[in-house]
């Protein structure tokens, strides 16, 4: 079985300031791992993913991730907030095998502060 | 390409009435699921299919229905609502395992 937590549901950062969204993972496969985004009233989009190899994986909008194997974590990262970044972020884990059922976490809520 | 195309964005429906929600995709997507949201929740999912004439139940089936008779279309059906299926609905695909979903846009439904 898997699941995720989403430390934190509402961060907020000023602009220009390093973003940090945490997400921890358990998996008794080895997981697939997903980051998207959700802007108000529209469906989610994403961000990266991460399935095999590199484990820093990089994704749209200037976000990146690691997956750190030995932490059982995948926290979002962007050097540098911008006032467009404000939504809610959600991480997700998929365990393989025949379907592709996405676990999801709570979500997190960005705020950007000018 | 319009992706997945969820009908229709918005309904109310009274307790106890019934309705299906639309679900088509046009990738030609053999995975497709349902997900219903809800504040501080996240998105859990109730229903998937990993071709057509094939379903299962994700986390939070019960009081919701499913059939995929065609690779592009995945309806939802409530048989009776209740309150508590006030939610948004989204649908989304994806081409195989571990490949990224693709959303719709979303169903906002309110049962009163």
């Known amino acids: 079985a898997q699941s995720v937590t989403q430390l934190g549901s509402h961060v907020s950062v000023s602009e220009g300031a390093l973003v940090l969204l945490r997400c921890n993972y358990s998996?008794?496969?080895?997981?697939?791992l997903f980051w998207y985004v959700q802007y108000p009233n529209q469906g989610l989009q994403l961000l990266l993913k991460y399935t095999t190899g590199a484990t820093l994986v990089k994704g749209i909008n200037g976000f990146e991730a690691e997956f750190k194997k030995s932490e059982t974590s995948f926290h979002l990262t962007k050097p540098s907030a911008h006032m467009s970044d404000a939504a809610e972020y959600f991480c997700a884990v998929s365990g393989g095998g025949a379907t592709n059922k996405l676990i999801f976490g709570t979500g997190t809520l960005l705020a950007v502060q000018p | 390409n319009a992706g997945v195309t969820q009908t229709p964005k918005f309904q109310v429906l009274k307790t106890g009435q019934s309705m299906t929600l639309q679900c088509a995709q046009d990738?030609?997507?053999?995975?497709m699921s349902w997900y219903r949201q809800d504040p501080g929740m996240g998105l859990r999912l109730i229903h998937y299919?990993?071709?057509?004439?094939?379903?299962d139940q994700g986390e939070v089936p019960n009081g919701y229905n499913v059939s995929r008779s065609t690779t592009e279309d995945f309806p939802l059906r409530l048989l009776s609502a209740a309150p508590s299926q006030t939610s948004v609905y989204f649908c989304?695909?994806?081409?195989?395992?571990?490949?990224?979903?693709?959303f719709g846009n979303g169903t906002r439904l309110t049962v009163t």
């Open positions: 990738m030609n997507h053999e995975y």
């Open positions: 998996s008794s496969v080895p997981p697939y």
């Open positions: 989304a695909s994806s081409s195989q395992n571990g490949s990224p979903l693709h």
């Open positions: 299919s990993v071709g057509a004439g094939i379903t």
